[in-house]
């Protein structure tokens, strides 16, 4: 997770996380081991939007991309 930026456009106030395909599984190992302690709905959408991405990055190079 080397880049991250930040948008402060009015009303699109938010940050964009680059994170490695490699990374991914280690990050869901962190995060999986307390999942449930999270009582936020943010923390539960980020670990749906890694597992997604962990899952389609494993298809990707099954298919050699």
Do not use: C
């Not at 080397?2 to 990050?27: K, T």
């Not at 962990?54 to 298919?63: I, K, L, S, Y």
């Amino acid at each position: 997770m080397d880049r991250i930026y930040i948008n402060r456009r009015p009303g699109e106030y938010r940050i964009h996380i680059e994170i490695e395909a490699s990374e991914i599984p280690d990050l869901l190992e962190d995060l999986e081991r307390d999942e449930h302690s999270f009582g936020w709905d943010v923390s539960r959408r980020l670990l749906e939007i890694l597992r997604s991405s962990r899952a389609t990055f494993e298809v990707d190079r099954r298919n050699g991309r």
